[in-house]
């Protein structure tokens, strides 16, 4: 490297640091690094970096050949220690003769200059003799062609590091191909083409005389600048590699000219080997925002900054993993190369303790992944939480709670369907921690868990929960949720089921429905009288109702049959819950009939007119395989009695939107959608009321819900005489407009 401007250095293949591939992301013997969580040892001394490393080796071989010296010289005492520091001295100044261009060798002449075989003239050297015999027989030099080199290449990277122009060899290097591509990018005339550019970039640096396995000196030079200026300077030098980087790397897979490489390179070697990568977690995150820019640009991103580099860095496991969260945004699609995700799983997958707390973090960044719209970062988070779950379940619900947040609230839900075992020991032991919030954690997860309970250990843990948040005075909000488990509980339903009753009847919201519906079978006359009161008092919650669908024993479904009528009647604002109600027995299949038809026959005819709409709304599905023939009926059986406007109109549109958007888009379903509205419109025209809203309710849908309009135009100019009885002129032409046919015309 000709006064340190034309580059290179011995190469550091052979010293522990692969620069020629991937970025080595092996750690080097010696190196130190951050350590990790439980990794600190406490009262020892930390190991030395590699640069005391190599200073020590250093020191004791200049010793080593000055001790030689002094024996073929005859000196001894002060004269030794003095003559290594000559020794020193002349080894610095052989690494300074190396930076030539070549090879990194040491020529035949130069050698003999440095280390002279027989004595020297005048003063130089003290006038000892034997210098090249001693550096030989030490090992520090080895024959190499015509010339020679130092013995050890990383122990040459280092000192030829330490005198090299570390500027110059930047702008040689990277900084000169970059400034002739922007050169010719701003060139005169006509803008060239990109392969005109990465020509003239090339024929710009084709003759760098610096090979490529040389980047030793460079990467030492620049860890020298780190070391003796402090990070901020080389965070700089790193940041301009980067962007040179950015402006040199090329579209597509094209191979990387020389300043390119060296500029990944340098990057990636420095960043690997810096005993503390914090302070450059700037250039790091700039480095993680370029790769998301190149992906989407089409560019390809280097290889020697794949997921092993941002596994390999020294970091703190904080900040690699906030790294990892803007990286996997950009990830390519499963089996199209390396994914940062993959590498966050391997990592998680060797540490599924330390690892989940990191993860959490995600659950706040609800960024789509490129490569998957459908999932975001968040999402990503969730389901890698999830699929490693079995290496350390109990830390992970620790962690999940820990978090607070929704995603992870889902997760903990996901786990209590999954893994109820974990999620049972989890409450138990949140059950008797002193923080309120881990208590209520206690509760709602205990709920969700106990219909889910596999073995009589898993039972015990909840009962023993309950009874401990139930011991508490201070946790009076939580012992309705207490008392709902020991009433799911058999052993201990006995006991509690009173004291849940009387909370439940006075309206507790922490004590759900369906934990008394599990007592219903033992207790009928009591719970069914906690329903009653708790669903007769005003402004009460008819959630509860859905609930007692699930009841399907027919002695039993009829009381609960009978109680429904009851409140509908007495509280017309809960009809929403009594049509959900009958909605979930209908899917129980043509066996609920006996049971549903007074109640539903009753509500028809004599209902209030809330109900029948609402139920009306449940007819009109066309439901599943268990429910349709029955909905059918039911719908028969409305429209043979109905007379209201409001409750018709309501029908009208609930069979629209329904049936026309599911894509039930076969000849028989749209003539039976077809045959329902025209039977609702024969029954709304026979007042002048009923007439406008069928009309208004035919153009209001064709407007808003997609097909409709094109649906009823093709019955108008199908049967048009049947229809021109429910459809006024003015209405058919509105319709016929919205459906985009003007060659359909309907008779007035």
Known sequence: MGGGASGGAGASAGAGADVCGGGGGAEEPGRTRVRGRGEERPGRASAPDRDEVLGAYLDLMCLRIAVRLAAANGMRGTAVRRLAAQVSGQVHEAARRCLGPGQGELGRAAFEAVFPWGPVPGERLGGTVGWASAVLTEGLL???????????????????????????????????????????????????????????????????????????????ALLLLGRQQGPTELAGRLEELLDALDALLPPGRTAPDDPTWWATHLLADVLLRVPDASPYTRVLRFLAERIGAWRTQGRCVPEEFGPGFWESLPLPEPERFDLLRRLVVADPATGEGPR???????????????????????????????????????????????????????????????????????????????????????????????????????????????????????????RHAALTLLARPADLTLHGGALALLVRDPGTRARYLPRALERFAAGDPQLPAGALVAALPSHPDPVLDAFRTRLRAPGADGGALRTLAEITTPALARRVSGLVREIVELRPETAGHAAAYVERRLEHGPGTRAVLFPLISGLIVDGPVQVRAALATVFAEPGTAASGPLRREFLDLLMATERDPSVLDTLLRAVAASRVPTGRGTEAHAADTGELVHRVGRLLVRTPEGATRFDWALVDLARHLPGFAELVAGWLSGTPREWAAVVGPSTRRMIENLAGEPGVRVPA
Do not use: K
Not at 404 to 427: K, T
């Open 142 to 220: 080895v024959p190499a062609g015509e010339g020679y080199r130092f013995a050890h290449e990383e122990l040459a990277d280092w000192i030829q590091g330490a005198h090299l122009d570390l500027d110059a060899a930047l702008h040689a290097l990277v900084h000169r191909g970059w400034i002739a591509q922007d050169e010719a990018r701003r060139g005169w005339g006509t803008m060239p083409s990109e392969a005109r550019v990465r020509r003239q970039a090339r024929r710009a640096t084709r003759n760098l005389p610096v090979p490529r396995h040389r980047i030793g000196p460079v990467v030492h």
């Open 340 to 462: 940062y995700l993959d590498a966050v799983s391997r990592l998680l997958a060797a540490d599924p303790t330390g690892v989940p707390p990191h993860l959490t973090r995600w659950f706040h960044d609800n960024t789509p992944l490129v490569a998957t719209p459908d999932a975001t970062v968040a999402t990503a988070a969730q389901a890698l939480l999830h699929t490693h779950r079995s290496g350390a379940l109990d830390d992970l619900t620790e962690t999940l709670v820990d978090s607070a947040h929704r995603r992870a609230d889902e997760l903990l839900a996901v786990l209590a369907e999954e893994e109820p075992s974990a999620v049972c020991r989890a409450v138990d032991r949140w059950a008797h921690d002193e923080r309120p919030a881990r208590r209520v954690a206690a509760l709602a997860y205990a709920l969700r868990s106990a219909p889910h309970t596999r073995t009589d250990a898993d039972r015990e843990l909840l």
